[in-house]
T-cell receptor
Framework: RKEVEQDPGPFNVPEGATVAFNCTYS??????FFWYRQDCRKEPKLLMS???SGNEDGRFTAQLNRASQYISLLIRDSKLSDSATYLC????????FGTGTSLTVIP | DGGITQSPKYLFRKEGQNVTLSCEQN?????MYWYRQDPGQGLRLIYY???????QKGDIAEGYSVSREKKESFPLTVTSAQKNPTAFYLC????????????????FGPGTRLTVL
């Protein structure tokens, strides 16, 4: 079983829409959690860390559910510039990456 | 500016050649990593290092070698033993691995695209 699993998408949404991504992890001993954004042919960039109480950064909200072993990312009021692949990352002695969820925001 | 640099951005290799990819960081991070990314796939860990003069194999270390002689530098050599080396190679660093929780985010360099001719 993979350490981290994501729905690969693609998600195609209109501008202004709200979109949510989920990610599940297999090991309950996982220690910390992150969302990264990766643009085409570029390196991943940290979007936000995910804290146990949930956290928000502008239009982005991340949630962690340890009981069910999943994390989520909610993007409100989608912009064209949000089009990218979103990577779920889990840390347990090393970093484990999901394969990413592709998002395209359509004008 | 603090960050991670990788060079070269593009690299072309003939079959049978060894090539070395450079990775330098000035973030004062203890841990450094090398990943490989193939089209449409996730990142796979090649090697990582938690401290100078020490490194461990990741999931796909065969055909690769590394060194960590300085805290700032973690070069990766792709040897001729690597059968399918064409890929996007990413170097990353973080504060550390032991007992790391909040604040141990990874930061990535811009990557090197290696093509075997």
């Amino acid at each position: 079983r993979k350490e981290v699993e994501q729905d690969p998408g693609p998600f195609n949404v209109p501008e202004g829409a709200t979109v949510a991504f989920n990610c599940t992890y297999s090991n309950s001993a996982s220690q910390s959690f992150f969302w990264y954004r990766q643009d085409c042919r570029k390196e991943p960039k940290l979007l936000m860390s995910v804290y146990s109480s949930g956290n928000e950064d502008g239009r982005f909200t991340a949630q962690l559910n340890r009981a069910s072993q999943y994390i989520s990312l909610l993007i409100r009021d989608s912009k064209l510039s949000d089009s990218a692949t979103y990577l779920c990352v889990v840390f347990r002695n090393q970093f484990y990456f999901g394969t990413g969820t592709s998002l395209t925001v359509i004008p | 500016d603090g960050g991670i640099t990788q060079s070269p951005k593009y690299l072309f290799r003939k079959e049978g050649q060894n090539v070395t990819l450079s990775c330098e960081q000035n973030l004062n991070h203890d841990a450094m990593y090398w990943y490989r990314q193939d089209p449409g796939q996730g990142l796979r860990l090649i090697y990582y290092s938690q401290i100078v003069n020490d490194f461990q194999k990741g999931d796909i270390a065969e055909g690769y070698s590394v060194s960590r002689e300085k805290k700032e530098s973690f070069p990766l050599t792709v040897t001729s033993a690597q059968k399918n080396p064409t890929a996007f190679y990413l170097c990353a660093s973080s504060k550390g691995l032991a007992g790391a929780t909040v604040g141990n985010e990874q930061f990535f360099g811009p990557g090197t695209r290696l093509t075997v001719l």
